[in-house]
């Protein structure tokens, strides 16, 4: 089991990288620039802010980096044996089309699930204004993990506000 779950996180990690420099994640040429446009330019000899008439914008524009179409890996896979929807009225994979995902699969008793949250969380945030969902697949490990009620509870402390797809326990 604990190999199952150590597998579904190097996923995860893999797929979130994958959106995060899809949907233009920092690097060090954006950084560059991001420093660039927030800071007027500063006198050699001092920390202090140069005075507002000496403030120049001679440095070079930064061109931003060409990114790679994904490769089309053909259609997606779909779903299978899920129990329901929770935080969401969504009817099944298909009322996503067109958004990047981000499928996380995860179960409340997991430390490794709880703690990889915040991150997850900072990933909603970011881009969810921009095209993006999550879909949280709660996959239960043991038969208190597949209580709706306790998905539900445990959802609510964590601050999981994203959708959640519930699987049944085998």
């Known amino acids: 089991m604990g190999s199952r779950i150590a597998a579904t996180m190097v996923l995860v990690a893999a797929v979130?990288?994958?959106?995060?420099?899809?949907?233009?994640?920092?690097?060090?040429?954006?950084?560059t620039e991001q420093r660039?446009?927030?800071?007027?330019?500063?006198?050699?000899?001092?920390?202090?802010?140069?005075?507002?008439?000496?403030?120049?914008?001679?440095?070079?524009?930064?061109?931003?980096?060409?990114?790679?179409?994904?490769?089309?890996f053909g259609p997606r896979m779909d779903l299978v044996d899920i129990d329901g929807w929770l935080n969401i009225d969504a009817v099944s994979i298909d009322d996503f089309t067109g958004q990047v995902l981000l499928v996380e699969m995860w179960t409340f008793g997991c430390s490794n699930c709880k703690a990889r949250i915040p991150f997850t969380q900072s990933y909603y945030e970011e881009f969810g204004d921009r095209n993006f969902e999550i879909l949280g697949v709660h996959a239960p490990e043991f038969n208190f993990e597949a209580d709706v009620n306790n998905i539900i509870k445990a959802a609510d402390q964590l601050g999981v506000n994203w959708p959640i797809r519930s699987t049944p326990t085998s």
């Open 16 to 31: 979130a990288v994958l959106v995060w420099v899809t949907l233009g994640g920092n690097d060090a040429e954006s950084a």
């Open 36 to 72: 660039s446009t927030a800071e007027p330019t500063r006198t050699a000899t001092t920390d202090t802010p140069a005075p507002l008439d000496e403030i120049t914008d001679d440095e070079p524009e930064i061109e931003a980096p060409e990114i790679e179409t994904p490769e089309n």
